[in-house]
């Protein structure tokens, strides 16, 4: 279901500018393999927080096809940035490497294959921003381990914290429980400012106070 009405929608990817051959090859591969990418809007928005904030070092959990990394490698290549992404499904990274490569960004992009709670451990450094866009159920637990990592000030981003509008309905599936469990953490985090942006599927901004 969709949170948003489809007239509105239909006006905001109809005003949006342009994406480059590459991006829209992609917005039309996700497309046709159902592959749920962020899309343009979401894709400007992160773009657009990333550079606002003067990010240089981000971390991404669920690299998919690698269109959100794109969006964010981009807006921090003028800062010469570098994006650490964590994904644990072989095929996807390997079409994310592709298109990685073919934006041009692969050498301010690293890729880790594998599960990322446990590899978010392993990390040693601190992040100004971090993006959760991977399974749903393990959000609430990407949050905990993910916060310890993101500087004083970084920006914490989650892609679908709506979740189609189940989590306002109180749905009981799996994905919605963890969903519902996330926000519920972090909008009771004291150390964080938070605000779920109702743009797509909702997009959670919370700044590390
Ligand atoms: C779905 C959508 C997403 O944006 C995502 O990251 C994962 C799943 C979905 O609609 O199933
Ligand atoms: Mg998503």
């Known amino acids: 279901m969709s949170i948003t009405y489809d007239y509105i929608d239909d006006y905001l990817y109809r005003i949006a500018a342009p994406r480059d051959r590459l991006l829209e090859r992609m917005e039309e591969y996700a497309d046709t393999n159902n592959v ?3 899309g343009p809007l979401v894709g400007r928005f992160l773009y657009n927080l990333a550079k606002t904030s003067q990010s240089k070092k981000i971390l991404e959990i669920g690299t998919a096809i690698g269109y ?3 969006w964010l490698a981009r807006a921090i290549a003028p800062l010469k940035g570098n994006l650490t992404t964590i994904d644990m499904n072989p095929e996807r990274i390997k079409i994310a490497r592709k298109n990685i490569a073919d934006a041009g960004v692969d050498k301010s992009v690293r890729i880790i294959e594998g599960s990322a709670l446990e590899i978010l451990p392993t990390l040693k450094d ?3 921003l971090i993006f959760l866009d991977s399974d749903k159920d393990v959000y609430p637990e ?3 381990l993910s916060i310890p990592k993101l ?3 970084g920006l914490f981003v989650a892609d679908n914290a709506l979740w189609g509008g189940e989590v306002a ?6 994905d919605t429980q963890s969903m ?3 926000n519920k953490l972090v909008f009771e985090s004291r150390a964080l400012s938070s605000v779920i942006v109702p743009l797509r599927d909702g997009v959670l901004v919370s700044v590390k106070e």
Do not use: C, L, Q, T
């Open 142 to 144: 990407a949050f905990k």
């Open 151 to 153: 500087r004083k000030g």
């Open 180 to 182: 519902i469990k996330f």
């Open 126 to 128: 601190e992040y100004d």
């Open 68 to 70: 959100s990394g794109i």
């Open 36 to 38: 749920p990418i962020i």
């Open 169 to 174: 309905k109180g749905g009981k599936d799996k």
